[in-house]
Each structure stands twice: as C-alpha cells, then as structure tokens.
C-alpha cells in the first residue's frame, strides 16, 4: 500500500487538533485505507484514517455515524475531515477520537466463554439501534441484492474448482439459483440504515465492555438482514456460527426475525458469491467458509 508522507499527515492533524504530533502509528485492520494512532503529549491520541478515492471521501461516513450515536451506539467521534491534492492524487482524511481497547476478533481464545458470549450479545443490542436508524437514500452506500449474472456465476464457479473440486463448484451454483429465485419472487425488503461490516473485528472491547463500533466507510441503506449476514459469514470461527447470540442481544431492542423477515440466506450468498470472486482472493479459510455458507442454505 502507497502511504502518505509524514509531513502531510502532521499537518493534517495539526489543522484539525491544534497539536503537535509526537509519534505515528500504523494500525492493523484499516481495510483499504491507511489507519493511524497519532500521539500527542499527554499520553493523548487521535485516529487519522486516509483514503485514496477519485472524489472526497469519509463525508457521508462521518454523518451516519453520528446518527448511530445519537440513539446510543458507541462511536467515535469525528473531529475533522480534510482532502488533499498530492501527486494528482486526491487524499481524504479523516481525524477521529481514539476509543482504546482491542477487537472482539482479537479476543477470542483470550476471554471466558461466559465473558464472550455477553458480548456478542450486547453486540446484537447495539446492531439492533442501528437499524433504529432511518436511512437516508442519499447518504452512504446503498446495499441491494443482486440479480447474479450467468457469466460471473461460470467464472466464480470455475474458480471454486479450481481451489476445492468439482462438488464446490456444483455447490455455488446452486447458491446462484437460490438467489435469483429470492430476488425474482419474493417482494424487496424494507430497508435501515446497516453499519455495512458488522463482523467482531469491528467491535471494540474495553474492560471487558463494548465501547465502539468501528470502520463505518461501508454503512448505508439496507434491509437489516444485511449486517446479519455479514457476520454469519466474517465473523470467522467460532463466532459464525453464533448469530444466534447476535440476535439474543438484538431482541433486547427489536424483533429480530421481523427485522431480518427471512432474507439473511439471500444477503448470506450474495456477499459470498461476491468474495469468491475477488480479484484478490479471500483467505482459504474464508472460501472454505463461503462455500459452506451456501451449502447450509441450498441443501448441498
């Protein structure tokens, strides 16, 4: 990944906080952007996220999540925004408060089942106020299902030979089939507003609490089964296959089975379909699971 010079993005922060930086830190799971601890005196610090797109980015991001915030979902608050030309290249900062803690992705293994389970729970709870939220079909990232087409569907399929066999391959087609019965005859979901990448590495945890959900660059309108979805397949072993706490911890809110109304199976292959085919592949393990996420749904 290109990175910004060390200039620029003290001065970025230096604009926006009115501070010096004293040390910079690149942070894992940025996604496709540069993520940064930046540290003052003080032991206090912010979060620089950069993103390299052809038009301003982070405007929409900053305002859905100070929606989410105000009907009680923890977040970071936005300090500034800031876009830069360099190199003819458009940067679009984004200066954020620094939450502490660690991912609930990196404490699996590390916590009490008991402890973990809570959590994922309270996860449920807060995805829940999400979707309290009304969209605005202007803001963000719009998430619909998707028709598949014949010839990516032969394309994604004859890459899932290639990696795990034949039955593989039979498998996503079939999951292309379920989906298009789905999109062709059953009436469009009602739609919230989705965090866009619900999935436990996103979830911070602090003293054994939630105290953010993080990366909201994804977040836009769309049925609530999307996020549901996004975790049955992300959310990585073992806590895939624990939406049934998700939505233990949403019912505290909503009614789940009203919310997702039947068509997390469809999201479930669409965005499975979609990773098999990346130009960069998923990790094994991540295909393995997509796979499997279909056949669990079609039957294979």
């Not at 290249?89 to 973990?116: C, H, K, M």
């Not at 999400?130 to 010839?151: A, K």
């Amino acid at each position: 990944m290109v990175t910004t010079p060390r200039p620029i993005i003290d001065s970025v922060v230096r604009s926006v906080c009115g501070r010096d930086v004293e040390c910079l830190v690149p942070l894992a799971g940025g996604g496709m952007n540069e993520t940064y601890r930046a540290e003052f005196a003080g032991d206090v610090a912010v979060v620089v996220r950069i993103a390299r797109q052809p038009t301003p980015w982070f405007i929409d991001e900053a305002h859905l999540m100070t929606q989410a915030r105000d009907v009680g979902v923890p977040t970071a608050e936005v300090l500034g925004l800031e876009h830069q030309e360099h190199n003819g290249e458009l940067l679009s900062f984004s200066v954020q408060q620094f939450l502490p803690g660690s991912s609930l992705a990196e404490l699996v293994g590390e916590l009490p089942g008991t402890d973990l389970e809570r959590l994922v729970m309270d996860a449920g709870e807060i995805l829940a106020r999400v979707h309290s939220v009304v969209p605005d079909d202007e803001r963000g990232i719009r998430h619909d299902l998707r028709l598949p087409e014949e010839r990516e569907v032969t394309r994604v399929a004859r890459i899932v030979e290639e990696a795990l066999g034949p039955a593989a391959a039979v498998v996503v087609e079939r999951g292309a089939e379920f989906l298009r019965h789905e999109v062709t005859t059953r009436t469009a979901p009602q739609f919230s507003l989705a965090q866009g990448d619900f999935c436990p590495k996103n979830i911070l945890v602090h003293d054994k609490t939630v105290v953010g959900v993080i990366d909201w660059e994804f977040a836009g309108p769309a049925p609530p089964a999307y996020d549901l979805a996004q975790w049955e397949v992300d959310a990585g072993d073992p806590l895939h296959d624990r939406l049934d706490l998700v939505r233990r911890g949403y019912a505290r809110v909503a009614d789940p089975e009203s919310a997702d109304a039947g068509w997390s199976p469809a999201f479930a292959i669409d965005w499975t379909l979609e990773k098999l085919g990346w130009k960069n592949p998923a990790s094994p393990a991540q295909f393995q699971r997509c796979v499997d996420v279909i056949a669990r749904y079609t039957g294979c």
